[in-house]
């Protein structure tokens, strides 16, 4: 049973930083692309950063320079630094995973290529 628990969420001010985790069980973990994505309410969910099964990095314009992922195969343990935090970054951010035959996925910043999702985690940026 795949399961993704994300943790380290909280409120911080406009140019602190957070490090976000995601535990991984159930499935290989080192094989999959995986990545980051926030939903701030009334908004759609979008992609932040993902690792790819090529260890490849996508980030999204508006992270890019400021977050970095990562991820430690022996701890099964995905990562997002983020760095210069914004109000704007306030939202729910979630890990996911696309487990699947192709494991390259051609773009990994679409929520709808991804097929496991955890509960998510808060972030809160005050100015």
């Known amino acids: 049973q795949v399961q993704l628990v994300e943790s380290g969420g909280g409120s911080v001010q406009s140019g602190g930083s957070l490090r976000l985790s995601c535990a991984a069980s159930?499935?290989?973990?080192?094989?999959?692309?995986m990545g980051w994505f926030r939903q701030a309410p009334g908004k759609e969910r979008e992609g932040v950063a993902a690792l790819n099964s090529d260890d490849s990095t996508s980030y999204s314009d508006s992270v890019k320079g400021r977050f970095t992922i990562s991820r430690d195969n022996a701890k099964n343990t995905l990562y997002l630094q983020m760095n210069s935090l914004k109000p704007e970054d306030t939202a729910m951010y979630y890990c996911?995973?696309?487990?699947?035959?192709?494991?390259?996925?051609?773009?990994?910043?679409?929520?709808?290529?991804?097929?496991?999702w955890g509960q998510g985690t808060q972030v809160t940026v005050s100015s």
């Open positions: 159930g499935y290989t973990y080192s094989s999959y692309c």
């Open positions: 996911a995973a696309a487990i699947r035959e192709v494991v390259l996925v051609t773009t990994p910043l679409d929520p709808r290529e991804y097929n496991y």
